[in-house]
């Protein structure tokens, strides 16, 4: 980990027609049958209007999926992708996070910046609170401090909040441009900073930035995510390299390649396919509409599991541990004299268990 920076105080789709055996067909394909997740396509709807997906989040036990689209939040149930309710907001969502245990969940919204906490069973706003540190750009929540963490990239700040009452508690000003964040649950804050190709750290317990792990030949980390247990770190770069880094010594053994470019996001999941399938996997997605897998063999070895092009620009996904399901919103980009088409959610389980 490189010290503090000194005198610095401290974000085509497929056409209609080609369906879910496409889906299932170019999920299925790569370079070892035996190693890699064979996908179905379980459910494939449009989401009304022509407004972003920002977010979506599994509630408790993973029984219902949050959608997070322009000023609305919709609730579906995960089993059969059906509506179950809508929340009107007052300004668009830029992210949400749920607190499983509390039965509760969280949206920050852009104009005007503020922080909207709401009942999850029935669906309805319970309070809300300005936020004063920039424009919204990501939220996490920490169960272990019961706090969320609230990311600015326009401000270059990231801001702790009181899940309980949505107090502000304190906020850092980073130096850099700020994108995906993870937490450890012991009280450390990563956040992947593309301007110094570094992953920024910070103590959450006092807000104090730390230093920054290096992550040597990655250009433009975007990506973010972590896997608690082992205290792994999964990276994805501009060129499309995923790192993985032992956050206790601040050391990257594994680099591996992808066709991803350009600021993507990632998720991690214990047994995502199920408790007879992999260890653990880290999926990333970009822009550009492309999946990539990273699998977990053990702690200390992990391998390039295979690339699938998707049918749409990517928006928003999420991985459930409990349900095995990966949910991905996939918009379709726009065309001179076409009216904007709806983002599609697409929500993908393992046809079988994939042998260890």
């Known amino acids: 980990m490189r010290p503090a ?10 056409r209609a027609g080609r369906g879910a055996a496409w889906l299932a067909l170019c999920l299925a394909c790569g370079a070892s049958l035996a190693a890699e997740p064979t996908l179905h396509l379980a459910h494939r709807f449009p989401i009304p209007g022509a407004a972003p997906v920002r977010a979506i989040a599994f509630g408790p036990g993973g029984t219902d ?10 609730d579906y149930r995960a089993a059969t992708a059906q509506l179950a309710g809508t929340l009107a907001l007052p300004a668009p969502v830029a ?9 509760t969940g969280f949206a920050v919204l852009t104009a005007p910046a503020q922080l909207v906490i709401f009942r999850l069973q029935p669906l309805k706003i319970a309070a809300s609170t300005a936020l004063t540190d920039g424009t919204p750009s990501a939220l996490l929540f920490d169960a272990g401090a019961h706090a969320l963490l609230v990311e600015s990239a326009q401000a270059g700040t990231v801001t702790k909040v009181d899940a309980a009452t949505g107090r502000r508690l304190a906020s850092l000003r980073m130096q850099g441009s700020l994108r995906q964040m993870a937490a450890d649950g012991r009280g450390t ?10 992953i920024d750290v910070v103590d959450e317990a006092r807000m104090k930035y730390l230093g920054a792990i290096p992550v040597a030949g990655c250009k433009g980390p975007s990506g973010l995510a972590i896997d608690r247990v082992g205290r792994r770190l999964f990276v994805g770069c501009a060129d499309g390299t995923r790192y993985v880094v032992d956050t206790d010594l601040g050391f ?11 600021s993507s996001r ?3 999941a214990f047994h995502p396919f199920g408790a007879a399938g992999w260890k653990g996997a880290a999926i990333g997605a970009d822009q550009n509409g492309r999946l990539a897998l990273v699998r977990m063999n053990a702690f200390v070895n992990y391998t390039a599991a295979g690339d699938y092009p998707l049918p749409g620009n990517f928006e928003a996904m999420a991985l459930d541990q409990d349900t095995h399901q990966l949910w991905l919103a996939l918009g379709q980009p726009s065309s001179a004299g076409k009216a904007a088409a709806a983002v599609e959610l ?7 268990e994939v042998s260890k």
Do not use: N
């Open 346 to 352: 697409w929500t993908l389980g393992a046809t079988a």
């Open 252 to 262: 990257t053994f594994e680099r591996l390649p992808s066709p991803l470019r350009g």
């Open 5 to 14: 920076r000194k005198g610095r105080s401290p974000r085509a789709w497929a």
């Open 189 to 198: 804050l990563y956040v992947a900073d593309m301007a110094h190709d570094a």
């Open 95 to 103: 992210d949400i996070a749920i607190d499983s245990a509390g039965r």
């Open 65 to 74: 999926a949050y959608v997070a689209a322009g000023s609305e939040l919709r």
């Open 266 to 268: 990632m998720v991690f």
